[in-house]
């Protein structure tokens, strides 16, 4: 029998009459949405999106490998970019000086930061404390420096983003700096997601990838090394700084991409 409202009214169903016409209420919210309702508010479309053509992006570290190769990414979608590395004259260990450059820089869209690839490696019992605190001073603090100095400046709609590496979440022996630094960034970024809200802060990871970083190396070292681990990598490949660029791209161009740590590793973690 088929059960309409003007029935259960007149069998006096009250708990059933309820239910039903609150489905029928439902119903208003189930019905495809009509060209007024599917069209995004003028509030939101500002608050949401952010387009790269016509944004400006810091990238410190952008003067070379990953940070470089987004940089160029950036710009071929048309957004202008500042490169910045101690090559251009910002030092990230020199903390005093941020402030003033990004007050400098004025207004922009995006910062990322890729700065830092230096910290010593070897057992814990003879690490060098002091080398390993200069590595985070530059990469944890210096990336905690330049979001604290440039987040004012940070158009609505704009993101931080930094940058960790797979060893922050791969216990791997004689990585104690690179493990604690970059679990401390992926640590800050989520914290920083929600204090610095609507500014969306996001951390890129990237696994071993194929950069200057590993220029002093003798060349057959080198191979070796890169040959060797995209054998042990599910993805068979190390990666390219292109293939990096593109989850801070992801970060940038994702309007519901924050808190959120991007692994770019070849499978390094589930390896
Ligand atoms: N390549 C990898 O295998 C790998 C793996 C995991 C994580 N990562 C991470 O990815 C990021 C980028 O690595 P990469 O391979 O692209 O390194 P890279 O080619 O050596 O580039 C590092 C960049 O940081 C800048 N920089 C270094 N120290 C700085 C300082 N004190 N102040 C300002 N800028 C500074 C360098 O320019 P100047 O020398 O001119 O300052 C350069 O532009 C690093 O944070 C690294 O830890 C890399």
Redesign the pocket.
């Known amino acids: 029998m088929q059960l309409d409202l003007a029935t259960l009214r007149t069998r006096n169903l009250p708990r059933t009459l309820a239910f039903f016409e609150e489905m029928d209420e439902r119903r208003l919210f189930l019905r495809p949405p009509t060209a007024s309702r599917s069209k995004p508010s003028s509030a939101m479309k500002d608050k949401h999106m952010t387009p790269l053509s016509d944004s400006r992006a810091i990238v410190?570290?952008?003067?070379?490998?990953?940070?470089a190769a987004l940089a160029d990414a950036l710009e071929m979608r048309g957004a202008e970019v500042v490169r910045a590395?101690?090559?251009t004259g910002?030092?990230?260990?020199n903390g005093a000086s941020l402030p003033g450059w990004f007050d400098a820089q004025g207004p922009f869209d995006h910062l990322v930061v890729?700065?830092?690839?230096q910290a010593p490696g070897g057992g814990f019992g003879a690490l060098d404390l002091n080398a390993a605190r200069a590595a985070f001073d530059?990469?944890f603090w210096?990336s905690a420096r330049a979001a604290q100095a440039g987040a004012a400046l940070i158009r609505p709609g704009g993101t931080i983003t930094l940058?960790s590496?797979?060893l922050a979440r791969r216990a791997t022996p004689g990585s104690f700096t690179k493990t604690a630094m970059n679990a401390a960034i992926e640590a800050t970024a989520k914290l920083l997601a929600n204090e610095l809200a609507p500014l969306r802060v996001n951390v890129v990871s990237?696994?071993?990838?194929d950069?200057?970083?590993y220029a002093a190396m003798p060349e057959d070292k080198r191979i070796a090394m890169l040959t060797g681990a995209a054998g042990r990598l599910p993805a068979g490949r190390v990666a390219q700084?292109q293939d990096v660029a593109a989850g801070y791209l992801f970060a940038i161009e994702t309007p519901s991409v924050t808190g959120a740590v991007i692994d770019i590793d070849g499978g390094a973690l589930i390896a």
């Open positions: 410190i570290g952008g003067t070379s490998g990953i940070g590395s101690r090559a910002l030092d990230l260990a890729t700065a830092g690839s530059v990469k210096g940058t590496g797979f990237p696994g071993l990838t950069t200057e970083a700084p």
